[in-house]
């Protein structure tokens, strides 16, 4: 008389086959996970830049963070902004990584430096997130 089932061995192999692919993947995931939440530094830092060209439509110099945006979180909350200068014809917008994303190391913070009709955007330490 044949048994139906699965032996213990078979099991066991098909759980090892599943840890060692969880083990693989999920520094993959994670990641993946922080490159995406990029896009909020960005997304953040460009509508930062807007305001503070709306404040200054109407002011002589360009604005402080509390001029121009409600608190100092991103949109989505995945970095901390600042406004570190700003004068008459400058000023710089920073996004600094906080809470989770802090662990991507590798692009822990955003700067636009506008100054006399000329941009610059940056990234640190690595200095090509911006096209990432």
Do not use: H
């Amino acid at each position: 008389m044949k048994c139906k089932g699965f032996s213990m061995i078979e099991i066991l192999i098909v759980l090892v086959i599943i840890f060692i692919l969880a083990a693989v993947l999920t520094p993959a995931y994670q990641s993946y996970i922080l490159r995406g939440n990029r896009s909020d530094a960005i997304k953040s830092l460009l509508l930062l830049q807007i305001a503070q060209e709306k404040y200054r439509l109407n002011n002589t110099t360009y604005g402080t963070l509390g001029n121009v945006w409600s608190g100092s979180a991103s949109v989505d909350g995945y970095y901390t902004l600042s406004v570190p200068s700003n004068g008459n014809t400058n000023y710089t917008l920073t996004a600094t990584a906080q809470g989770s994303q802090a662990a991507d190391t590798n692009c822990a913070s955003f700067t636009i430096t506008f100054a006399n009709g000329t941009q610059t955007n940056s990234s640190s330490p690595n200095t090509d997130c911006w096209s990432q």
